[in-house]
């Protein structure tokens, strides 16, 4: 199911109950009121203390959710540049390599396209996922470590070449060890308690307050619904450092790789 559609059923459903819920809670007063001989204007009013615990709930559960989004969004921050860090490393040494004989290059490269195309097409959906790196993706960045660092050089250029590219290899590999810790959701589950049970009790102190069923009192009571909504939605999406599915956080492969990834 795509996530726009996630979040337009989301946002509907929230606002379909913020107010079928107003609109039925509205007519048990109006009904006791209009029994009672009373007009609207000396039915019961909200209490200004009420008021003002309404105001700091939403103060408070406003503060929470904006650190769960900052949270979240660093974490996503820092798995893209684990990702870029990765394959420009990889990339790099490509480069690097331009000064080895041909058959070393070429050996090189195929090792390292055949790593990338394992990265990008088996192991970023099981990342997505299961939150976990395959075994072989491992094995293959090793084959490409080995590649680098049992070919001795045989001249000046290659052996100015040789430790950065082993450098390079180790950044690689730093980086693939952060992508692999980063796979996981961000937030724990307590903290997923905390922010629904802070929109249930947010949105439920709206029926504290004397709402009628105007179009205005209507229409911003599901739009601040929706807007939680919406919120809740934007941390459960970047909760996942990697994205929810497909691999289109892998765009730094396909850029620097296009012939190992399809698309060159």
């Not at 050996?107 to 390292?112: G, M, Q, V, W």
Request: with cysteine; charged share 20%; hydrophobic share 50%.
């Amino acid at each position: 199911m795509s996530e726009w559609l996630v979040l337009a059923i989301v946002m509907a459903a929230a606002c379909a109950v913020v107010l079928v819920v107003t609109v039925i809670s509205q007519r048990v007063p109006r009904t006791a009121t209009a029994a009672s001989g009373l007009d609207d204007r000396e039915a019961p009013q909200t209490p200004d203390v009420l008021e003002y615990m309404v105001m700091m709930v939403g103060v408070v559960y406003a503060i929470v959710l904006g650190l769960a989004i900052a949270g979240v969004w660093e974490a996503r921050g820092a798995a893209q540049d684990a990702v870029r860090t990765e394959a420009q490393a990889l990339h790099e040494v490509t480069q690097r390599a331009q000064v080895y004989p041909a058959d070393f290059r070429d050996r090189l490269r195929t090792d390292i396209d055949t790593y990338v195309s394992e990265v990008v097409e088996a192991e970023w959906p099981r990342m997505v996922e299961q939150q976990e790196l395959s075994s072989r993706g491992t094995e293959l960045l090793a084959a490409v470590r080995s590649d680098v660092a049992e070919r001795e050089p045989k001249n000046e250029l290659e052996a100015q070449a040789y430790q950065p590219m082993l450098d390079q290899v180790a950044a690689a590999e730093d980086a693939r060890n952060a992508r692999a810790a980063g796979a996981e959701e961000t937030l724990p589950g307590i903290v997923w308690f905390g922010l629904i049970s802070g929109a249930v009790v947010t949105i439920g102190l709206i029926f504290t307050m004397q709402i009628g069923r105007t179009f205005r009192e209507l229409l911003l009571a599901g739009l601040f619904s929706a807007l939680i909504a919406f919120l809740l939605f934007l941390v459960w999406d970047f909760d996942a450092p990697f994205g929810r599915s497909g691999s289109d956080s892998a765009d730094a492969f396909r850029q620097l790789f296009p012939g190992a990834t399809g698309m060159g």
